[in-house]
């Protein structure tokens, strides 16, 4: 009787163990798989922040074109300001507004 008392416990216990460790072979896989994940998950988004990075630097050269000579042009027209050669004998107080050196220089238009 003790013999075969003993021989269930062995199988018990040999199976228990073979359970705890299908357990953890099976929550270790999960865990590869979700470590796996989290790093593509982590690749895609450094590389979202380079070309994000990239598209920021790109636009500060935009604003370099919107402060060019042409842009400032532009928008002084639109103010209703005029430049060099708009009107040819415009002056203020009998002294030429307008530099000769190809400078641009904007005068107020007055009524």
Do not use: T
């Given at each position: 009787?003790?013999e075969?008392?003993?021989?269930?416990?062995?199988?018990g216990?040999t199976?228990?163990?073979?359970?705890?460790l299908?357990?953890?072979?099976?929550?270790?896989?999960?865990?590869?798989?979700?470590?796996?994940?989290?790093?593509?998950?982590?690749?895609?988004?450094?590389e979202?922040?380079?070309?994000?990075?990239?598209?920021?630097?790109?636009?500060?050269?935009?604003i370099?074109?919107?402060?060019?000579?042409?842009?400032?042009?532009?928008?002084?027209?639109?103010?209703?300001?005029?430049?060099?050669g708009?009107?040819?004998?415009?002056?203020?107080d009998?002294?030429d507004?307008?530099s000769?050196?190809?400078?641009i220089?904007?005068?107020?238009?007055?009524?």
């Open positions: 009787m003790k075969e008392k003993f021989k269930r416990i062995v199988i216990a199976v228990a163990a073979v359970i705890l299908v357990f953890l072979i099976v929550f270790m896989i999960y865990q590869i798989i979700s470590v796996s994940q989290k790093r593509a998950l982590e690749q895609e988004l450094l979202q922040i380079e070309l994000y990075e990239q598209l920021a630097a790109d636009k500060e050269g935009d370099s074109i919107y402060k060019d000579r042409v842009w400032l042009e532009m928008a002084a027209r639109k103010l209703g300001l005029l430049g060099a708009d009107v040819a004998d415009l002056s203020v009998g002294a507004a307008f000769g050196e190809g400078e220089v904007y005068e107020i238009c007055r009524d």
